[in-house]
């Protein structure tokens, strides 16, 4: 707990921020969870996965730009990605404080009824990051709005919050697929669980709401106990491969991605890229040890 509190805080740092997405020796410790800068480096790797059977959904990292030139540039990279991603099964995820959310929310919403009017021409989908606990409400709001217009919209759950069995049966009611995931902030407790075994708790009864009663959803976790759970829980209540999805992070559990492939499960990496990759990289070492482990070994080498 106190080491995730402390990347928490690191991920906020903005001059070991700049002096890290700037710095010559990134490259070596962000390679393993960020496919690359530019949108060339992601898509080799989406056409790689691809090649192993495993779908992608990729993520133009940065979020909280500081203008609406800003956010509107931010939808333009996305959809130059739609358009080269649109002969793959694959999707984009956003985050809305990065199409401007923080300056006007009816801007925000124009910049994402773009994408979504390009995923719809596709035959694709725009997954709608949740970010923290500050924008639930407004991203959950976005996120209806454009599933209603376009029908090609994902929502995001965070189990460790604790309103999320309600807006999930709100989405489920809706008809609105969902991802569901741990969350990754820091939260006060008023909001959200601290203890992880109440976390994971917490996940499985949401997986099991999702399996039985969700559009398509998502079960984005990395806990192969909980993936566990899916098989079992999938395989008791009859529930077919193809009616859901298992989602991961580019670069994490590769052994236990590979477990779900050749099980015969449709299989989703986030796939990151982008110069703005620190506070991304920061989130994924508060949330697992092992990611420390990893890092630390690179630096000794």
Known sequence: M??????LFLSHNRPLRHWMETSPLSEKFTRRFVAGETLDDALGVVEALEREKIHTTLDHLGENVTSLEEAAASRDAYLEAQSRIARL???????????GLD?????????????AGGARRHNSRVEID????????????ITEKIAGEFSCARAVIQAYLKRSAADIDRLNSLKIPVRLCKGAYDEPPEVAFAEKRVVDRNYVVLMKTLLDHGAYPAIATHDELIVGEAFCYARERKIAPDRFEFQMLYGIRRDLQKRIVDLGYTLRLYVPYGTAWYPYFMRRLAERPANVVFLMRNLFR
Do not use: G
Not at 89 to 99: C, D, E, H, N
Not at 130 to 141: F, I, N, V
């Open 103 to 115: 300056f006007s929310e009816d801007a925000c919403l124009q910049n994402v009824r773009a994408l």
């Open 2 to 7: 106190i080491l995730r509190h402390f990347f």
């Open 89 to 99: 099964p694959a999707t984009v995820s956003i985050k809305l404080t990065q199409f």
């Open 130 to 141: 949740m970010e923290s606990s500050a924008y639930t409400d407004r991203t959950l709001a």
